[in-house]
């Protein structure tokens, strides 16, 4: 069959990928260590499960606006303003299956040929992805782990071209795990204030933060970009709903009206039920959320000093989500006792799910070869013991 040439522009989810490849041998009775998962490993919250049961018998089974439920926009105008002191009108609001869908839709409704899109590196691995399908190009500056993975103001001024159609913010960020503070943010508005381009600012991890950091996004520290900025986010990762796929997204209303207008010839409304689960889930108590961000910092702090403690290895102190980073280079050029040479983080990450029995995501996928992403989504038991295994992996490389 021939199929569009779009299908090969872009690469399969490679994190999904790692995944279902843990799971499958999991599912053969391999006792797999599976660091590559995405998502909370926490259940959805009770108070959320009940008001999607309830939603089912009260009947919202039915097609809705195609941009989000009126009491869904107005939990979010709530939130918005609650947390970050923001205001934005139900025009100002659009929602869709998942903040992964809300970022499709900003780049089909804002981006062709000839745009360019700045993203930051490591880099969560859908935005180019998503950006070449629009059939834009994206535009990389280059991060490490001696600036914290963070980008700097005369970074962002380089990146700047003619072209220049957007810039996408990520803090905390998957996969590096870093937070931007409020000055840095500052400075890096200063820079857009100079220019004129949409700012995406993905806030899916703003409630996982640590070491007593406050979120804060681009938009609450420099006001006057709020009329080309669009705030994303969802309920995913705060709440535990990944499977639920509810996402949204804050901006200007012509752009929320464009990404409306391209969802309603593809999904139409998100799924009904989810939107009110999402209702209580913003509105509702916050106690669960509370305590996941305690367990997750608390495996954060055990993780990034088991990794730091392996000869060669080093891992930022990671300050957001569920993901550390480290540098696993020191394992390149090394052959493992099968005979075979270790070359990059594929290979690195092949030798580990053989050898080890241990999952974790190639630093390739998110630009960046020299790093693994692991995902602390998981229990503390099995973290202890995945973090045994790779350091036996990398003891036994010659
Ligand atoms: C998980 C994730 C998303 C998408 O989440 P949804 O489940 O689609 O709402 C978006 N951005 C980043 C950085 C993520 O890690």
């Not at 399969?12 to 999991?26: E, V």
């Not at 590096?176 to 949409?198: D, I, M, P, Q, R």
Request: aromatic fraction near 8%; charged fraction near 20%.
């Amino acid at each position: 069959m021939k199929l569009a040439d779009r299908v090969n522009k872009i690469q399969p989810s490679p994190t999904l990928a790692i995944d279902a490849k843990a799971k499958a041998l999991k599912a053969q009775g391999v006792d797999v260590i599976g660091f590559g998962a995405g998502e909370p490993d926490f259940d959805t919250p009770a108070n959320i499960r009940e008001a999607g049961k309830k939603a089912i018998d009260a009947g919202f089974t039915r097609y809705m606006p195609v941009g989000g439920a009126d009491d869904l926009k107005d939990a979010i105008i709530a939130k918005m303003k609650r947390d970050h002191n923001l205001e934005y009108t139900r025009d100002e609001i659009s929602v869709a299956c998942g903040a992964k869908h809300t970022l499709y839709n900003i780049s089909q409704a804002l981006v062709q040929e000839g745009d360019e899109v700045i993203i930051p590196a490591p880099y969560w691995v859908s935005y180019p992805d998503q950006v070449v399908l629009a059939g834009g190009t994206p535009v990389f500056i280059e991060t490490g782990e001696e600036t914290a993975f963070k980008i700097t103001p005369a970074q962002l001024e380089n990146a700047i071209t003619a072209n220049t159609k957007a810039l996408i913010l990520n803090s905390p960020c998957n996969p590096t795990g870093t937070s931007y503070s409020e000055a840095e943010l500052k400075a890096l508005g200063e820079v857009c204030l100079k220019h004129n381009f949409l700012i995406i600012s993905d806030d899916i991890y703003e409630r996982l933060i640590y070491d007593g950091m406050k979120f804060a996004n681009i938009v609450q520290v420099v006001p006057e970009l709020k009329s080309r900025t669009v705030v994303v986010n969802g309920v995913s990762k705060t709440y535990a709903m990944t499977g639920w796929r509810i996402g949204y997204a804050c901006g200007p209303k012509e752009l929320m009206a464009a990404m409306t207008k391209m969802q309603s010839q593809s999904t139409s409304n998100a799924t009904s039920i989810a939107q009110k689960a999402s209702v209580e889930a913003l509105n509702g108590s916050q106690d669960a959320v509370a305590a996941m961000c305690v367990e997750f910092e608390k495996r954060r702090s055990y993780i990034v000093e088991r990794l730091n403690a392996m000869p060669g290895v080093s891992c930022f102190r990671s300050t957001g989500a569920f993901y550390v980073f480290p540098n696993f280079s020191c394992a390149y050029g090394k052959t493992t006792p099968a005979g075979t040479v270790i070359n990059n983080s594929t290979d690195f990450a092949a030798y580990l799910l053989e050898e080890a029995k241990v999952a974790l995501v190639p630093g390739v996928a998110f630009g960046a070869d020299k790093y693994a992403r692991l995902s602390y989504a998981i229990s503390m038991e099995s973290i202890t013991k995945g973090m045994d295994r790779i350091e036996e992996a990398i003891k036994n490389l010659k």
